[in-house]
C-alpha cells in the first residue's frame, strides 16, 4: 500500500470517529483511544486519586486533545475497580475480561496474563480462540502488588523510578522470606544493619512478588505479564524468566492493556450496532 493509500485509509477511519477505553484502577486510571483501524490514536494515565468520575473525565480530554482537534468520540467502554463512576461509558465490563481482549490482540493464542496492579494481582488464563478458561486474583494483602513495592521503595529511601535501574546492578537477589509488606520491611532493616547492597534487596522484592504469583497458578502456558509494575520495571519480566525457566512476554505499553482491550470491544459493540 502506498504511504497516500495509508494516509487516506487512517483518515477515513477517524472520519468515523474513536474508541475509547478507560481502566480506572485503585491507583492509577488509563486511557486508550483507537480508531477503527485498530490504531492507538492516544494513551493517557493519571493517578486516579479520590474522584474517579473527574479523573477519567480528565483523562478523556486529555487524550482527544492529543488525538486532535477535530477527534470525536463513537463510544466508550470503562473497566477496573472504578468503571463505575465514568459517566460517559456507553457500557462497563470486568477488568478480567478487558485484560484478556487486549492480550489476545497481540498474542492470539493459549496464554496465561499475569497483571500485577497497584493494589492486586491476577492470572488469567485463555484458549486458542482467547476465551477465558480460568482467572484467580489476589486481594488478601498488598505482597506481590506494586503497593508493595511502592512500601519497600519507601523503607530504603529510593525513588519508585530508581528501583529497575538498582535491581540491574546486581546478579545476586537477598531472600526476603515474608510476603507480608510489615514483616518484610523488618526484614530489610535486618539485611541494611548487615550492610547488605541495597541493590541486591531490591531484587529480592522484586523476586517476592514473583514467587507470590508463581504459588497463584502452575503457569504452564505461555506467560504474557501486564500492569504498572511491570511497566516501570521491565526487570520483573527477565527475572521472571528465570524463575520459571522460559521466556516470558511483555506486550506494547503493558500498563494499558485493560484500557486496549476495552477500547477493542467499544469498536466491535459499535460495529455490531
Do not use: W
Amino acid at each position: 500500500m502506498t504511504q497516500k493509500k495509508k494516509n487516506d485509509s487512517k483518515s477515513a477511519s477517524s472520519d468515523r470517529g474513536l474508541y475509547c477505553g478507560v481502566d480506572v484502577g485503585a491507583s492509577a486510571t488509563k486511557l486508550t483511544l483507537i480508531d477503527a483501524a485498530k490504531e492507538i490514536r492516544a494513551m493517557v494515565v493519571r493517578p486516579s486519586g479520590v474522584d474517579y468520575a473527574a479523573t477519567a473525565k480528565e483523562c478523556l480530554a486529555q487524550a482527544l486533545s492529543e488525538a486532535g482537534n477535530a477527534s470525536k468520540l463513537a463510544r466508550s467502554v470503562s473497566t477496573g475497580y472504578g468503571r463505575h463512576n465514568v459517566k460517559y461509558a456507553d457500557a462497563s465490563l470486568t477488568e478480567i475480561h478487558c485484560h484478556g481482549i487486549g492480550c489476545y490482540h497481540y498474542i492470539p493464542h493459549s496464554i496465561s496474563i499475569v497483571d500485577i496492579g497497584g493494589q492486586d494481582n491476577k492470572v488469567i488464563r485463555l484458549d486458542d480462540t482467547g476465551q477465558r478458561i480460568d482467572f484467580k486474583m489476589n486481594r488478601k494483602c498488598a505482597a506481590g502488588t506494586g503497593a508493595f513495592i511502592e512500601e519497600i521503595a519507601l523503607r530504603l529511601g529510593v525513588k519508585i523510578d530508581e528501583m529497575d535501574p538498582l535491581a540491574r546492578r546486581t546478579d545476586h537477589t537477598v531472600r526476603l522470606s515474608s510476603f507480608c509488606t510489615v514483616f518484610a520491611k523488618t526484614e530489610i532493616l535486618a539485611h541494611l544493619r548487615r550492610g547488605v547492597d541495597v541493590a541486591e534487596i531490591v531484587r529480592g522484592a522484586f523476586m517476592s512478588v514473583i514467587q507470590r504469583v508463581v504459588e497463584m497458578d502452575p503457569l504452564d502456558t505461555e506467560v504474557v505479564l501486564t500492569g504498572g509494575v511491570v511497566a516501570y520495571n521491565p526487570i520483573i519480566a527477565e527475572i521472571f524468566s528465570e524463575k520459571i525457566g522460559r521466556r516470558v512476554e511483555v506486550p506494547p505499553h503493558p500498563q494499558f492493556t485493560g484500557a486496549l482491550g476495552a477500547a477493542l470491544i467499544a469498536l466491535q459493540q459499535s460495529t455490531n450496532e
